[in-house]
C-alpha cells in the first residue's frame, strides 16, 4: 500500500522541497499551507491556519490515514527581545509548537495501529546557538520541538514509530530573506562547505527519515548546515 505523507508549510521553501522529495520516492503527498498552492507533485492540498486548534484538529479528521508526518510550518519573528508582544509570543509558540504537537497526537493512534510511522519535526540551527539574529523567542520553540521529538522517539518506538528532527541552518529560503548581504557573508565565513544550501539538501535528508532503511534511527537532531555548527 501507498504510504502517505503529511507535510505542513508545502507551499514553498523547505516544505515544498520535502514534499517533492517524498513523492520522488513513491509517497502519496498531502500538503499543508496557510495559502492556496499549486498542488503540482501533491496528491492534494488543504488550506489551514495552524494557528488554531480547531483547524488543526479538524485538518487530522478530513486527512485520516498519515503513515509520515512533516511537521514544517513555522514562523519567524524578527524583533529585538525587547519589542517582542504578546501577539509574537502566541503565534511563534502556536505555529512553532502547538501545532506539531497536535498534529502528531491525531497522527500516532493510526501509527500505532499500523506498527509503523515516521515523525519528523523541523527544528533549526539557532535552537543550538540561540541565534545569531534578533529572533529569541523563535529559537526557544525550536529548542522546544527538538525536545518534543525525543518525547515521542522514547514513548512510541516500540510501536514501530520514529520521531526526528533536521535542524538547518544557511539554508536560501524565504525565512532568510531578513539577512542583508553583509549578514549572509557572515554566516558563510563560518560554514566549513563555504556556502548556503538549497532547500533540497535539507528535503533528501527528510527523504531518509521517512524511509524503512532509517528505521533504527530515532530521537535524533541532524544538523543540515555544511558544519557551521558542530554538536
Same mark, same amino acid.
Request: glycine residues 12%; hydrophobic residues 50%.
Given at each position: ?24 520516492? #513513491? =509517497?502519496?503527498?498531502? /500538503?499543508?499551507? !496557510? *495559502?492556496?498552492?499549486?498542488?503540482? @507533485?501533491?496528491? +492534494?492540498?488543504?488550506? %489551514? ?60 493512534? #493510526? =501509527?500505532?495501529?499500523? /506498527?509503523?510511522? !515516521? *515523525?519528523?519535526?523541523?527544528?533549526? @540551527?539557532?535552537? +543550538?546557538?540561540?541565534? %545569531? ?60 562547505? #563555504? ?37
Amino acid at each position: 500500500m501507498t504510504r502517505v505523507a503529511l507535510v505542513t508549510g508545502s507551499a514553498g521553501g523547505i516544505g515544498r522541497a520535502i514534499a517533492v522529495a517524498l513523492q520522488d520516492v #513513491g =509517497m502519496e503527498v498531502i /500538503g499543508v499551507d !496557510r *495559502v492556496p498552492q499549486d498542488d503540482g @507533485v501533491l496528491g +492534494r492540498s488543504e488550506v %489551514v491556519d495552524l494557528a488554531e486548534i480547531d483547524a488543526c484538529e479538524a485538518l487530522m479528521r478530513r486527512v485520516g490515514r498519515v503513515d509520515v508526518l512533516v511537521n514544517n510550518a513555522s514562523v519567524l519573528v524578527v524583533k529585538p527581545l525587547a519589542d517582542v508582544d504578546a501577539d509574537d509570543f502566541s503565534l511563534l509558540f502556536d505555529v512553532n509548537l502547538r501545532a506539531p504537537v497536535l498534529l502528531t497526537r491525531a497522527a500516532l493512534p #493510526g =501509527m500505532i495501529e499500523r /506498527g509503523w510511522g !515516521r *515523525v519528523i519535526n523541523l527544528s533549526s @540551527v539557532g535552537a +543550538r546557538t540561540g541565534g %545569531v539574529s534578533q529572533s529569541a523567542v523563535y529559537n526557544m520553540t525550536k529548542a522546544g520541538i527538538a525536545s518534543f521529538t525525543k518525547f515521542v522517539a522514547r514513548h512510541y518506538g516500540e510501536n514501530g514509530i520514529t520521531s526526528n528532527a533536521l535542524a538547518p541552518g544557511g539554508i536560501m529560503t524565504g525565512m532568510s530573506s531578513h539577512m542583508t548581504d553583509e549578514d549572509k557573508a557572515a554566516v558563510i565565513a563560518q560554514i566549513p562547505a #563555504g556556502r548556503m544550501a538549497a532547500p533540497k539538501e535539507v528535503a533528501s535528508a527528510a527523504a531518509f527519515l521517512a524511509s524503512d532503511e532509517a528505521g533504527y534511527i530515532n530521537g535524533v537532531t541532524l544538523d543540515v548546515n555544511g558544519g557551521w555548527v558542530m554538536v
